[in-house]
């Protein structure tokens, strides 16, 4: 039986809070914050404090990541696959481009077997932080989120 983390149960939950549509200007300045490891809503904090570790809430504007339960991170896994595929699929396609017409198709095959693991382990921690964006994104941060308790 796993213990019950307490730091999450006692938070009022999110999920049901308006949902909305952004504007181009907001989603890009929201991305671009969460590509490079930052806060979505403010950009002044760094959301991970290791390699796969989301901090509990930002140090500038006091947001609480975990938007919802315990399981909030689980979308993540979608972003994760969906930008570590296509990483590897280009990076595969320039091997293709630049070896052209002599390819090393056996290389390929294990080395783009290879390439897919390495990709998708480094790219797990940005995933978190993409899917943090994005639901800051269609469900905009409520004042009940950014309190310090």
């Not at 006692?10 to 671009?32: F, H, Y």
Request: with cysteine; glycine share 10%.
């Amino acid at each position: 039986m796993t213990p019950i983390d307490t730091n999450h149960s006692t938070q009022p939950r999110t999920t049901e809070s308006d949902l909305a549509i952004p504007s181009i200007g907001r989603a890009l300045r929201v991305m671009s914050r969460a590509f490079v490891g930052r806060c979505p809503n403010c950009g002044g904090g760094w959301v991970l404090s290791g390699f796969n570790t989301v901090r509990h809430r930002c140090t500038s504007c006091t947001l609480r990541f975990c938007r919802s339960d315990d399981n909030y991170f689980s979308g993540a896994m979608f972003f994760g696959l969906m930008i570590g595929e296509s990483l590897a699929v280009l990076g595969i396609a320039l091997a293709i481009f630049i070896t052209w017409p002599n390819v090393p198709w056996d290389f390929l095959q294990y080395g783009g077997t290879l390439l897919l693991l390495v990709v998708l382990i480094g790219v797990f921690p940005l995933s978190k932080v993409v899917w943090l964006g994005v639901d800051v994104l269609v469900r905009p941060v409520g004042p009940e989120e950014l309190s310090s308790g």
